[in-house]
C-alpha cells in the first residue's frame, strides 16, 4: 500500500510506543494506559491525536467543552475587579462573551468602547461599580 492511499487510522500500520501521561499519571505507553484506564489503545491514540488525553477512561460525553465551571479569573478595569470576564461583560450591557472577545483578538478601537462604556458604568453609580461584581443574572 502506497502512502497516498494509506489511510491515516489504519490499525494494522506499527505504532511507536510513547509515554503517555494523563490527568497526572504517566503510563510506559498507550498499551498500558488503555489496561489501567478500560478502553482500547486506538482510544489513547485518538485522544492524544485531539489533544484530549485528560478525558481518556472519563464515560461518554464532551469533556473538554464542558461550560459552566467555575474556573474565571479576576478581570480588572480601572480600579473595578469582576471575577470573571463574563461577569464584567453582563455588568457593562455587553453579551457574556464579548469582554474575552475583545481581550483576546480585539481592535484597539473595540477595547477603547470597552473603556468608554466602564467609564459610563462607573458614573451612572451602578450598584456594583463600588466593589468586587458577581456574576450579573444568578
Known amino acids: 500500500m502506497n502512502a497516498m492511499t ?4 489504519d490499525s ?13 499519571v504517566t503510563y510506559q505507553n498507550a498499551k498500558a494506559a488503555s489496561e489501567a484506564l478500560g478502553v482500547t489503545q486506538e482510544t489513547v491514540y485518538q485522544a492524544r491525536r485531539r489533544g484530549t488525553l485528560d478525558c ?3 464515560g461518554k460525553g464532551n469533556h473538554t467543552r464542558h461550560r459552566g465551571n467555575s474556573n474565571g479569573k479576576p478581570f480588572t478595569i480601572g480600579d473595578h475587579t469582576w471575577p470573571s470576564m463574563r461577569a ?5 450591557g455587553f453579551y457574556d462573551g464579548y469582554v474575552g472577545g ?4 480585539g481592535s484597539e478601537r473595540q477595547k477603547r468602547r470597552l473603556i468608554r462604556q466602564y467609564m459610563e458604568w462607573v458614573r451612572s453609580g ?6 468586587v461584581a458577581g456574576e450579573a443574572g444568578q
Open 12 to 24: 494494522t500500520a506499527p505504532r511507536k510506543p510513547f509515554r503517555v501521561t494523563i490527568r497526572g
Open 6 to 9: 494509506r489511510n491515516h487510522t
Open 88 to 92: 464584567c461583560s453582563l455588568d457593562l
Open 56 to 58: 481518556v477512561g472519563m
Open 102 to 105: 475583545v481581550m483576546n483578538r
Open 126 to 131: 451602578s450598584p456594583t461599580a463600588s466593589g
